[in-house]
């Protein structure tokens, strides 16, 4: 290690494992928005809390900025480092360190897979029941980060709602055990919050204590082509009345044409202009009559003209498939993602609005639909036409979001939902948050990292 700083942290933590490769640089300074060259200082790989601790009072003490690193298929560049940032990387921070059957929590370390905590309560006969499509390489410290979203928040919340304890430190150097699994805590603050969604500005997450639940009863998967955004809010509401939804998920036929070009099977012969993946409880004879009651109402109200019902596993992933294949499948064409929220019941008007605001002004723009339509949550990816270069191709996106982020206002919108702010909507983020708003986030970062040294550029 040439550089001095380098040399410093090694002197101090002689086990860590530190790269300056040019090749690890470049990949563990970017995440899935791959629009950022990656220029970190190094990459480190602390495999205890006292490393994180150690790192951290390191950078504070030499003024170099920290970017904590998951798994990094973010995609609002919260977990670039291009700027000569040390990248703080808990890969090697997995472990489960304790299941409890009788608090039903399952603690773990930062860099452990969603899908690994979620076989791990398997084991065990429970659920963790956050889930997305990113899952075998996401990890838990960066879902808590985001407060990541995803495919059932319709039926269980966000991350936020799973987290019953957190080991932080913080960025001034200290170690929290923030609410240590308890399920009531009434004593000021709940501290544990405000670093779930942070972005790695307040601090590194090095623990994690995660509330499980039942698993459901076995579920049915059901397809539906739909005619109309009116429609599809309405079989929304009929399906909340008569089922009891896991996860309610929308795309268009744009959408479904890029799946398929991917490899992912046809569903119906026709094209119809909207799809819905739902997922339900179905556990006796009875539910079977009152999914065939509610597919045969919404048929004859004319807000579905064609359904599939999953008859067997394989089949219901490859309904799945249809849904969760969008994001693979659009990557080459290099879309640039927007993922906001409005109130369910403004989701078709904010559609329309926004529709007509990008036929009007861009229409030589592909834009495609789709997300949790159950949460008021939708994601609009625009691709890049072959003929325009990246850059003017990015300057016209963010002037679509300029668009995008007034037609939010008007509706009381947010410009994210659960990807984060992190470098790509930062712009915007006082559009959606008031000056006071703002005001007190920068002064919680300035106590929790008075030196600035966490994630800096990212969120504020
Ligand atoms: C999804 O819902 O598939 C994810 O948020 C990823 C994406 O928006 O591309
Ligand atoms: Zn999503």
């Known amino acids: 290690m040439t550089d001095p700083r380098l040399a410093e942290l090694t002197r101090l933590l002689p086990d860590l494992k530190l790269s300056t490769d040019p090749g690890d640089l470049d990949h563990y300074g970017r995440d899935w928005t791959r629009r950022w060259t990656p220029a970190p ?38 977990a670039v480092a291009a700027r000569g940032e040390l990248v703080v990387s808990l890969d090697r921070m997995n472990r489960v360190l304790d299941v409890d ?67 932080v430190v913080t ?43 039942s698993p459901p009863p076995p579920s049915q998967v059901m397809l539906l082509a739909v005619p109309a955004m009116d429609a599809l809010m309405k079989v929304f509401a009929e399906a909340r009345r008569r089922l009891r939804l896991e996860a309610f998920e929308f795309f268009t036929d744009k959408a479904l044409r890029y799946v398929l070009a991917h490899g992912a099977q046809k569903p119906f012969a026709e094209e119809h202009p909207f799809y819905v993946v739902t ?68 989701v078709p008007a904010f559609m329309d609005e926004m529709q007509t605001l990008l036929d009007a002004e861009y229409p030589y723009f592909e834009v495609v639909w789709f997300g949790h339509i159950g949460d008021g949550n939708l994601h609009i990816n625009v691709l890049k036409p072959a003929d325009l270069d990246d850059a003017a191709f990015v300057d016209q996106c963010e002037h679509v ?31 959606v948050r008031s000056e006071a708003e703002i005001a007190l986030m920068r002064g919680i970062k300035a106590v929790w990292d008075p030196n600035g040294i966490m994630n800096p550029g990212k969120l504020l």
């Open 101 to 167: 059957p009788v608090d039903r929590t399952l603690t773990v370390e930062p860099g452990i897979a969603l899908e690994a905590v979620q076989n791990a309560a398997r084991e065990h006969g429970l659920l963790y029941p956050v889930n997305f499509a990113a899952r075998g390489s996401c990890q838990i410290g960066g879902n808590i980060a985001t407060n990541a979203g995803g495919i059932r928040v319709v039926r269980y919340g966000n991350t936020r709602q799973w987290i019953a304890g957190l080991k």
């Open 279 to 346: 997922e339900f409880d179905a556990a006796d004879g009875q539910a079977e009559n009152d999914t065939l009651a509610f597919f045969e109402y919404c048929v004859g109200e004319g807000w579905v003209v064609d359904g599939v019902i999953a008859s067997s596993e394989a089949q219901a992933a490859s309904l799945w498939r249809l849904r969760e294949g969008i994001t693979e499948s659009l990557a080459p064409h290099k879309p640039y993602k927007n993922d906001v929220s409005v109130r369910i019941s403004a």
């Open 401 to 431: 979001t300029t668009l995008l982020v007034e037609t939010l206002v008007r509706h009381g919108g947010s410009i994210s939902a659960e990807h984060g702010i992190g470098l790509v909507k930062k712009p915007w983020l006082g559009s």
């Open 41 to 78: 200082l190094a990459v480190a790989w602390p495999a205890s809390v006292g490393e994180v601790q150690a790192i951290v009072r390191w950078a504070n003490g030499q003024g170099v900025a920290i970017v904590p690193s998951g798994g990094r298929t973010g995609l609002s560049g919260g």
């Open 171 to 213: 960025g001034a150097g200290d170690l929290l055990d923030l609410n240590r699994g308890l399920v009531k805590n009434a004593s000021g603050y709940d501290l544990r919050h405000l670093v779930i969604g942070s972005e790695g500005t307040l601090g590194i997450v090095v623990e994690a204590t995660l509330s499980l639940t």
